[in-house]
């Protein structure tokens, strides 16, 4: 299995525990990041997954965090992190 397989396969996973998540094209997912005021009445989708070169990028348009998936994946959900890195290195 190809490394952006395997990226995508995770991305989907870690959305599951990520605000507003959802897919709206082939390599793109928005979702809510948690840079953005709890206490507002609607949350916007300014996260974004999205695809470059063979790998999945994270991109935020509120507070412009930009990192590879594992690097987000660190700070969001370690354990999925470290499932990840021994998918990848099989």
Same mark, same amino acid.
């Given at each position: 299995?190809? *490394?952006?397989y395997i990226d995508l396969k995770?991305? $989907? &996973? %870690?959305?599951?525990?990520? %605000?507003?998540?959802? $897919?709206?094209?082939?390599?793109? /997912?928005? /979702? *809510?990041? *948690? ?12 996260? #974004? /997954? #999205?695809? $470059?070169?063979? *790998? &999945? ?14 690097? /987000?994946?660190?700070?969001v959900d370690p354990s999925l992190?470290?499932? #990840?890195?021994?998918?990848? #290195?099989?």
């Amino acid at each position: 299995m190809s *490394s952006f397989y395997i990226d995508l396969k995770y991305t $989907q &996973i %870690l959305g599951a525990r990520l %605000l507003n998540f959802r $897919q709206r094209k082939a390599n793109l /997912f928005t /979702f *809510s990041h *948690s840079c953005e005021e709890k206490n507002r009445t609607k949350v916007k989708e300014r996260g #974004y /997954f #999205y695809k $470059q070169k063979e *790998s &999945i990028m994270m991109k935020c348009h509120h507070c412009g965090l930009s990192a590879r998936l594992f690097t /987000f994946m660190k700070s969001v959900d370690p354990s999925l992190a470290d499932e #990840y890195r021994m998918e990848l #290195y099989k």
